[in-house]
């Protein structure tokens, strides 16, 4: 079947291109996207040609074509010979997939939708499931203290995690006015530009010597810095965001090893893959749990859809990520419009 496919032909350059969807084997489904996300922090990355692996080295040519995509939500419209849970017309999140209006995939790959969330909202359920591992694997208990560094999709909905946890305060921190201002709207208790001046003092001052738990999200040696130098002592730091560059220095003996934090590693792809266990879910339970949370209107992700675009608009959409600081927090594609 033909179908199109965002494509990231060259360093900086997204394009709507021809491609073929296979049809289904055994234990796969064919999906017709209606809305897939953006996450700008990876994709930006890259698509500008940044390394895109935990196990590359960031000194590493980048290799083009390459294409992303991975938080989506359709309509099956075919099945392989052994999936019998699965139908012709259900509503599924197609995870770690791609921005294809048609795409063949394993059913390990696809989740059902509940009627009560929109596929729109779906759509953006996989990524927001990486602060959610985040939160997890930091072991927050109620009443303790929590702080977001980076107010990008991830950011916000690391706010919303951290809220339905029962961290307070919660302290949302971007030098985006407007990131810190929708911070406040969903949930965080105070937010704060790092680069004002006395920024540490603050938090410490309103978490009584520093914060118990931080969700990284900048993927910066500066954000990174920061964070720890607004922890209190035995703090936690979850590193969510990815940081492409290891070119900055840490005081670890003054800033890590002194005060007793631990760091933690919370790339999504440190996850189990079969069986969860007590602050390790997989993919698939995260997703679960997500789902419930929209459903029981514990999390809102009608007011994280911030832009919805034709995949045709690729261009002009990902030259505007590659190039604003403030892109808009939660894009979609929009996969009727093609």
Known sequence: MKTKQIVFSKPGVAELLDSECQCPQENEVTVRLEYSAISAGTEKANLIGLRNSTNSSEDQEAVFPRALGYSAAGVVTDTGSCIDDIKVGDRVIVFWGLHKKNITISKNNVIKIPDEVTSAEASMALISTFPLAAIRKAKLEIGESAMVMGLGILGIFAVQELRIAGAYPIIAVDPVRERREFALKMGADFAFDPTNGGFPDQVKKLTDGG????????????????????????????????????????????????????????????????????????????????????????????????????????????????NDRNFPIGVLFDWDKV
């Open 211 to 322: 914060v118990n738990v931080c969700i990284e999200v900048t993927g910066l040696g500066a954000g990174l810095i920061q964070a720890l130098d607004c922890m209190q002592k035995m703090g936690r730091v979850a590193l969510l965001g990815c940081t492409r560059s290891s070119k900055f220095e840490i005081d670890y003996y003054g800033k890590v090893h002194g005060p007793g934090v631990s760091l933690i590693g919370a790339h999504t792809m440190a996850r189990p893959k079969t069986e969860s266990s007590a602050g390790l879910w997989t993919d698939r339970d995260d997703l679960k749990a997500v789902l419930n949370l929209i459903k029981g209107k514990r999390l809102n992700f009608k007011d994280m859809i911030s832009a919805v675009y034709s995949p045709s608009e690729a261009g002009e959409v990902y030259t505007r990520l590659a």
